[in-house]
């Protein structure tokens, strides 16, 4: 079977570059959604931005006030989501960063129903049902964007973090299968995966862990540029971090090489992840 070309064809280029962008970013009073925020509006963007922490968005506003409004909304809220809808109408918003996400460090059977059901509700269950709800409006746009950020562990499932990869995963599909679906439209969709990045949602422990590991940790400021420049350079899916992507691909074509590498790690990963001490 011939496969097409995957670059991006020409009518998809950023009209009106970032000043002529309407963004609405979910998850913006967190690390990686304020550190876009931030950079996106210092670039022209005029920016939607929404969370639940009310007094980050309003800091945010405070700093950049002719290019950012807020809503604040709880996203597996159906009548917030709503709320935010109507706003991202109101702007008429032309692409949208889902970038609003959590974690529970946790071992799977230490994990509760309602665990569960919180993660899987704001990863996934609000992640499509808010992108479901814009989507009209942005078939009707000349051009919209649909990033979605995912995650390394949307290709590899590591121990500790068992609901929150089935997440990933799941978003990783979402995206691709919704990028197939709209390829002879205007929209186009994203999919980018960060590795450790260090924000609010790790634990110390989880810190600690990836200290422990070697793992390389990123700031949310360079996670932003990376996001900018890939909407820049129209790339469909970006995994940020060398070893990650070697890690991830070695998963894929030979993941007996990778379990046996984790097992290897299991021990250390059981005791920082189940310790109730910073550093165990
Ligand atoms: N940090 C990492 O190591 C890492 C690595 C790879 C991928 N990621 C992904 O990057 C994205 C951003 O994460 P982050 O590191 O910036 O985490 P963060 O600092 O904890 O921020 C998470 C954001 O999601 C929002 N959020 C959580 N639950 C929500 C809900 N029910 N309704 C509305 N908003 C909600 C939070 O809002 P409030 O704080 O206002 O509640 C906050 O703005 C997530 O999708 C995450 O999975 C993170």
Not at 85 to 114: K, P, V
Not at 159 to 178: D, E, I, M, N, W
Request: net charge positive; hydrophobic share 45%; proline share 5%.
């Amino acid at each position: 079977m011939r496969l097409p070309s995957l670059r991006w064809p020409r009518k998809n280029r950023l009209p009106g570059g970032w000043p002529g962008q309407r963004i609405l970013i979910t998850g913006a009073s967190g690390g990686i959604g304020m550190a876009l925020a931030e950079a996106l509006a210092q670039r022209g963007a005029h920016l939607l931005v929404s969370g639940r922490k009310q007094d980050a968005l309003t800091a945010l506003i405070d700093r950049f006030p002719n290019h950012i409004t807020a809503v604040s909304a709880d996203l597996t809220n159906a009548n917030d989501r709503s709320r935010l809808i109507s706003a991202a109408h109101a702007a008429n918003c032309n692409m949208l960063i889902n970038a609003a996400g959590s974690n529970q460090q946790g071992f799977f059977e230490s994990t509760s129903d309602s665990d569960i059901e919180n993660l899987v509700a704001i990863n996934l269950t609000a992640t499509l049902q808010l992108t479901r709800a814009l989507l009209p409006h942005f078939m009707a746009c000349p051009q919209a964007t649909i990033i979605t950020i995912g995650s390394t562990l949307g290709r590899l499932g590591y121990p500790g973090q068992v609901t929150y990869c089935a997440t990933k995963f799941a978003l990783r599909g979402f995206s691709q299968a919704l990028r197939r679906e709209l390829a002879d439209t205007r929209v186009r969709v994203m999919y980018i995966a960060p590795r450790a990045t260090r924000t609010a949602m790790n634990s110390p422990q989880t810190e600690a862990l990836n200290a422990a590991l070697g793992n390389a940790v990123d700031m949310p400021s360079a996670v932003a540029l990376a996001i900018v420049r890939a909407v820049e350079h129209r790339r469909e899916e970006l995994q940020i971090g060398r070893q990650e992507r070697f890690f991830t691909r070695l998963n894929s074509l030979w993941p007996g090489a990778v379990d046996r590498a984790l097992l290897r790690q299991l021990p250390m990963i059981r005791r920082f992840v189940t310790s109730k001490e910073p550093t165990p």
